[in-house]
């Protein structure tokens, strides 16, 4: 008979939108599986079997409520470098706690199969690593910023929503961006679009965004939004991934490197987010998102001489930022 956490899995996977506090509650303490390529250590990253969203280019690793279903999985997969995998099994906290580490991470499918899963959003996996339950969906999210216009070339619909659950008013969907499911109703956002204001799922409004970006000529502005949604949403993996190819264009190399730096703080990778703006202060020292990220990074690690050096170096080029002043 499936156990408890197997059955909570399944039923999650069913009905995306239900409550989760039961499954949460288990998962706190609970034994899990993944699929690793090295034996688990607490000296290195944790070098994980993953899928990666084709339109966000989040990573996603598949997490199994027991062993007999990891192995299960285990005998469909092909890696493409051809290494072999084995399943690593480790109490569910301890395990999120490496995934946050993860580059790219944008959440966990439990139980995968052909289906579907259950998704544990990257929030959702943080605050369980801490030992905490998270919310009830849905999660509800505000974007500080002039009402959204919305993508051109993208249909929108919009619709009345179900009073059992969430917010009141109106919803809306990009239908035709890939990728939507039931699960993304699990966190909304409210939007001010073409002048009506709607409650949106964030990763669909987050896909509608890179799918505009991918079709726009002028795209400065495009991906300002974008990444402002993403780390508003806490989608940091996926905030990661667009930053990431945006350095391999020349002409926004210097801004994509100011913000990966502050997307790796707010994700957690300190260390991360330590060497990633040494070395980029060295190609571009006039970015301040740099020093700021830098400063507050030693700070976060109890660095505090370090923060202090950093805060002067840029001082010197931002004497009036008030971040870098309150640290100098």
Request: with cysteine; hydrophobic share 45%; net charge negative.
């Amino acid at each position: 008979m499936p156990s408890e956490l197997t059955q909570l899995c399944d039923a999650a996977r069913r009905r995306p939108l239900a409550p989760r506090k039961d499954l949460h509650t288990l998962l706190r303490g609970a034994k899990v599986t993944v699929l690793t390529a090295t034996p688990l250590s607490e000296e290195s990253r944790l070098d994980v079997w993953a899928d990666r969203d084709p339109v966000l280019g989040g990573v996603w690793v598949p997490v199994f409520s027991d062993a007999l279903r990891a192995e299960a999985f285990l005998g469909e997969v092909v890696t493409p470098d051809a290494r072999p995998l084995r399943c690593a099994s480790g109490l569910a906290h301890e395990l999120f706690t490496a995934l946050l580490e993860v580059p790219r991470f944008g959440g966990v499918r439990l139980d995968p199969e052909r289906g579907g899963a259950a998704r544990l959003e990257r929030h959702d996996v943080a605050v369980l690593a801490d030992g905490m339950l998270p919310g009830e969906a849905p999660e509800l999210h505000s974007l500080d910023a002039a009402p959204m216009r919305l993508p051109e070339g993208i249909p929108c619909r919009f619709g009345e929503a179900d009073p059992s659950y969430g917010p009141s008013g109106r919803r809306a969907v990009f239908p035709t961006v890939p990728g939507l499911t039931l699960h993304d109703f699990r966190c909304l956002v409210e939007l001010n679009l073409g002048g009506q204001a709607a409650w949106v799922p964030c990763r669909n409004f987050a896909s509608a965004l890179r799918k505009a970006l991918e079709a726009a000529e002028e795209t400065e502005a495009l991906e300002e939004q974008l990444v402002e949604a993403l780390v508003g949403f806490g989608m940091y993996g996926e905030a990661e991934s667009l930053l990431l190819a945006l350095l391999e264009g020349a002409g926004r190399r210097h801004w994509a490197l100011g913000h990966l730096g502050r997307v790796l703080r707010r994700a957690g990778r300190l260390k991360d987010c330590v060497a990633h703006c040494e070395a980029a202060l060295d190609e571009a020292p006039d970015e301040s998102r740099l020093y700021r990220s830098l400063t507050l990074a030693h700070a976060e690690l109890e660095e505090l001489e370090a923060a202090r050096d950093a805060a002067r170096r840029g001082i010197r080029r931002f004497p009036d930022d008030a971040t870098l002043r309150r640290f100098a």
